[in-house]
């Protein structure tokens, strides 16, 4: 079965070459030059992943970003832009990127980031399903599955990211869990990039936590990481 991408780029030249390309590699591709109406058009074609420009008509590629996250928890989403400040590289991980190409980009570096994405999704349920429906970790309460976390001041959205991460450290509570190990699980790959997208994950867990007692996630140098609820 063809795997589907839902690609949304308003450069007609560029377009059709990723479009053209990825269709020859097998893939089957719905391209739409801006996202205002795309959320009904998700549900019709239900991609296996998203590749999103930034600067579209209409509605930006961070905000669509956003809303496919809230409609498809789950979705990878690619981002292929000329947007590369740190600031914009943390704008889209934030919004619900799960990846993030400078254009101009190579195709095959595209295909290749593609099948990562969606080798990472095929797998990516396992440490949300060895864990239970509801992880009771203090004051707060996680569920994987919804990628919620309940805090004394309300409820938190986690992105794809940040329920896959936290779902590792749940797994090895009060233990070490190895820095290589926690990339490989989440990302596929320990590479210096998504080594750096780790860091930004974990500052943005940890601040999620910091209103609680008992609950800190130390950084164990040269190794990894001490989930601690005591």
């Given amino acids: 079965m063809k795997r589907k991408i839902l690609y949304i780029e308003d450069e007609p030249y560029l377009a059709r070459i990723v479009q053209d390309?990825?269709?020859?590699?097998?893939?089957?591709?719905?391209?739409k030059k801006d996202g205002s109406k795309i959320i009904p058009q998700l549900k019709a074609f239900g991609p296996d992943i998203c590749l999103l420009d930034v600067m579209l008509p209409d509605i930006d590629g961070f905000t669509l970003a956003t809303h496919i996250r809230n409609s498809e928890p789950q979705l990878p989403i690619i981002f292929l832009t000329s947007k590369t400040?740190?600031?914009?590289?943390?704008?889209?991980?934030?919004?619900?990127?799960?990846?993030?190409?400078?254009?101009?980009?190579?195709?095959?570096?595209?295909?290749v980031r593609i099948e990562n994405q969606l080798k990472i999704m095929?797998?990516?349920?396992?440490?949300?399903?060895?864990?239970?429906?509801?992880?009771v970790l203090k004051q707060f309460?996680?569920?994987?599955?919804?990628?919620?976390?309940h805090s004394p001041?309300?409820?938190?959205?986690?992105?794809?990211?940040?329920?896959?991460?936290?779902?590792v450290l749940c797994a090895n509570t009060n233990t070490a869990v190895d820095r290589r190990h926690l990339l490989q699980t989440v990302w596929g790959d320990d590479s210096f990039f998504n080594s750096r997208n780790l860091d930004v994950y974990i500052r943005k867990l940890r601040g999620y936590f910091s209103g609680g007692d008992g609950i800190e996630i130390v950084t164990l140098k040269g190794q990894g990481y001490h989930f601690v609820v005591s």
């Fill in 21 to 31: 390309t990825l269709e020859m590699r097998g893939y089957e591709v719905l391209h």
């Fill in 85 to 111: 400040q740190p600031n914009d590289i943390v704008k889209g991980f934030s919004s619900g990127g799960t990846d993030y190409l400078k254009k101009p980009f190579s195709m095959e570096e595209l295909i």
């Fill in 122 to 135: 095929g797998r990516d349920a396992s440490p949300m399903q060895s864990l239970p429906d509801e992880v």
């Fill in 141 to 149: 309460r996680f569920y994987p599955g919804r990628f919620e976390l």
């Fill in 153 to 167: 001041s309300g409820i938190i959205k986690l992105s794809n990211r940040e329920s896959q991460i936290l779902a």
